[in-house]
């Protein structure tokens, strides 16, 4: 590199990959992850459920469509910090308010460019999620060493909780509505919306959209919400958003929420985080993953139809199919890894699925689960 590096990347293992900072300055601890979507930078950087994660763009033109408060899926960027292969540019799209860089350093988000991510995502791989440090300096002054230890003195995902963090603090009403550009594509209209409530332990803007698309009215509630709280709402269905951190780890309060809106007989939909929440809850295991997925195109077979659906992946952790009891049913599988992508109640409609079925931006093969939680209220009318 020909000029003096601003930002550097310490692995736990001691690698250390130099480059340009970009955004807020200062130093981060996360678990470093790769994303190989080739466009939606700025949905994955707000997805809630990178918080703690920063993400390796595999794609290396990120920042070129600038940033847009209607592509926001939360308030804030939650992944820590990005890593990039070229230096954002200006932007160059219609739809642009400002530029990524300024965006991300009036957020208090790090970025890093001119890495070569191809040879970092390979590390990535080999070691499956190390820790890093992410540091950015306009002096270019690094103690290594001390960021070396940091990532290496950091716990990690493993049995932490951070959706009851990204949630939302008071419960509220969606009245944003349904996706704009839908227009009749897929819409469904009810004479009498389904009364819906999503326990938000992290959820994408687009996740709640699409809700009201397929016929709801949304109300969210913070994760931490007990059954009696959610029933007081007398919703028709309940859905269990994404969010971040270790399934394991919400044990205290959205399990045995969960547990206790099964015993109440209530439709139910989960994705990601809310599909491994209902697993547990249901009594199956979670794991973490060697390797996550963190992707747009990511292949997943419908194990009941044999139909492949091509999916948006955020996860590393995973729901177990050898320790799913007798009465729940797998429904979909990675064909990356077999690893469990979807299970169903035999008897009950509960249904979830560990990929992003509203997959802001796309594709959306998966838009169907949807339609299916509505009919599944509709049954019940
Ligand atoms: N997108 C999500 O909801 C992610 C779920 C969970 N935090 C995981 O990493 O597996």
């Not at 990524?100 to 988000?109: E, F, I, S, V, Y």
Request: proline letters at 6%; hydrophobic letters at 40%; glycine letters at 10%.
């Amino acid at each position: 590199m020909a000029t003096k590096p601003t930002a550097c990347l310490a692995l736990a293992d001691g690698t250390v990959f130099y480059g340009r900072g970009f955004g807020a300055t200062g130093e981060v601890v996360a678990e470093l992850v790769f994303n190989t979507a080739m466009t939606g930078y700025q949905e994955i950087m707000t997805d809630p459920s990178y918080a703690s994660q920063i993400v390796t763009f595999t794609f290396p033109h990120i920042g070129n469509t600038g940033v847009t408060p209607e592509d926001d899926e939360a308030q804030d960027p939650m992944a820590s910090g990005i890593v990039v292969r070229w230096d954002p540019t200006e932007p160059s799209n219609w739809r642009a308010t400002a530029e990524l860089t300024d965006w991300m350093a009036r957020r208090g988000r790090i970025g890093i460019g001119g890495v070569d991510t191809r040879r970092l995502t390979r590390a990535i791989r080999q070691q499956g999620a190390p820790h890093v440090v992410l540091a950015h300096d306009p002096d270019g002054n690094f103690d290594i060493e001390s960021l070396v230890a940091k990532a290496r003195d950091w716990t990690g995902l493993v049995g932490l909780d951070l959706a009851r963090d990204v949630s939302c603090a008071q419960s509220y009403r969606w009245d944003e509505g349904a996706w704009d550009w839908a227009k009749g594509f897929g819409r469904v209209t009810e004479d009498r919306p389904f009364k819906v409530v999503a326990l938000d332990y992290g959820a994408k803007r687009n996740i709640l959209r699409s809700l009201v698309t397929y016929g709801a009215e949304v109300t969210v509630l913070p994760a931490t919400a007990t059954a009696e709280e959610v029933m007081a709402h007398e919703p028709e269905g309940v859905f269990l958003s994404n969010g971040p951190g270790d399934p394991a780890a919400t044990g205290e309060y959205a399990v045995p929420m969960i547990r206790d809106l099964l015993d109440r007989d209530m439709p139910i939909f989960g994705i990601c985080l809310g599909h491994q929440m209902l697993a547990l809850a249901l009594g199956a295991r979670t794991v973490k993953m060697g390797h996550g997925h963190h992707g747009a195109n990511h292949p997943v077979r419908d194990v009941e139809t044999g139909k492949v659906e091509i999916t948006s992946m955020n996860h590393g952790f995973a729901v177990d199919s050898q320790s799913l009891p007798q009465g729940v049913i797998e429904t979909h599988v990675s064909l990356f890894d077999g690893s469990n992508c979807g299970i169903r109640m035999a008897d009950r409609p509960v249904f979830s699925v560990q990929h992003h079925p509203e997959a802001a931006p796309g594709p959306q093969d998966s838009l169907y689960l949807f339609e299916r939680f509505a009919e599944s209220m509709r049954a019940r009318r």
